[in-house]
């Protein structure tokens, strides 16, 4: 998979799980303040990642993300190269 | 005094009389608006109603943290016990859900912890619990604000993919404990009226979000005050 494509796949993801248009997204808004993100709902992110991706994220680390950026980066420097392959 | 050893403390009291209590008292299940009565004392083993409701397998079963105290009642005395051994009940690791977790070990239920200490670990029980999905036994308003859904238990529910029903209990004579909860202790004597109400099905839990949560609430408050009406029934005054 393409970095783009994972990072429309991850915007994807979120939009469906938060209940949020995907065009109003804006990857540096507070999940949590701006659209309501709760920890079950990181959970099923993660789930739905995982599922997309082919590979386990550690929970923990979503702990510390807020925003869609920071989810990307997440996402690429731990996984990027899986993703690319 | 430690706050470990005043929570095992508490729930030594706590246990010792709602087992005091639960000899005395009469508990009646209205399962899907049907009337189940009996007592621990005679019958071996619960109305196969709610046997076989029970043994659905990854059944989610929310209720109002005011009744917890009154659905331990319920439990301790009616052969309901046999028929929840494989649940599991969720608290979480605050004082008051290590005091219930303490509780929940005394009377041989199985407790399952979810963090609101550590976002960490409540991400690692979370997906612990979602991944496996046990069948789970949980206050809706665990941690306030109290008699409201939030977002993340209107998920949970949702992931139980349409296994989920309301719980509720009222009783008819009992005193209060946590005033802020609203939570109710049942007294001696007094008679108790548990109710598993219908399934929400995947048709509430697939809605938006909102519409999940206002559905869950709805049945619980629906399922609360057909039991009400059930209690004065049978002219009982319900002080709760």
Redesign the interface.
């Known amino acids: 998979m393409e970095p783009d494509a994972a990072i429309q796949k991850i915007r994807s993801v979120i939009s469906q799980e938060l ?1 949020v248009d995907l065009n109003s997204l804006m990857d540096s808004a507070s999940l949590r303040r701006d659209y ?1 993100l ?7 992110i ?2 739905a990642l995982e599922r997309d991706f082919g590979f386990e994220i550690d ?2 680390q ?2 510390h993300v807020d925003s869609i950026d920071d989810l990307k980066v997440l996402v690429v420097a731990h996984f990027g190269k899986k993703i690319r392959n | 005094l430690t706050e470990a050893r005043w929570i095992s403390i508490s729930a030594h009291l706590i246990e010792s009389y709602l087992r005091s209590v639960a000899r005395t008292i009469r508990t009646t299940f209205i399962v899907e608006g049907r009337v189940v009565d009996g007592m621990a004392e005679s019958h071996l083993n619960p109305d196969p109603t709610i046997t076989s409701i029970l043994a659905s397998q990854s059944l989610f079963l929310p209720f109002w943290n005011a009744h917890s105290m009154l659905l331990v009642s319920a439990y301790l005395s009616s052969p309901v016990r046999q028929a929840v051994k494989h649940f599991e009940a969720a608290a979480d690791d605050s004082t008051g859900g290590r005091l219930t977790r303490n509780l929940l070990e005394r009377i041989d239920l199985t407790g399952r912890t979810l963090s609101i200490v550590s976002p960490e670990r409540r991400l690692e029980d979370l997906r612990e619990i979602l991944s496996a999905k046990p069948s789970l036994i949980m206050a809706a308003d665990s941690y306030g604000p109290y008699r409201a859904i939030s977002s993340g238990m209107a998920r949970i529910a949702r992931s139980y993919a349409g296994n989920v029903r309301p719980l509720s209990a009222v009783c008819s004579r009992s005193f209060p404990m946590f005033r802020q909860i609203h939570m109710r202790i049942p007294l001696p004597k007094s008679e108790i009226v548990v109710g598993i109400g219908p399934l929400l099905g995947k048709p509430t839990l697939n809605r938006p979000l909102s519409e999940v949560r206002e559905g869950i609430a709805s049945s619980l408050a629906n399922l609360e005050a057909h039991l009400r009406k059930e209690l004065r029934s049978r002219s009982l005054w319900c002080r709760d």
């Open positions: 209940e309501g709760d920890s079950v709902a990181a959970v099923n993660v789930f929970t923990k979503l702990a």
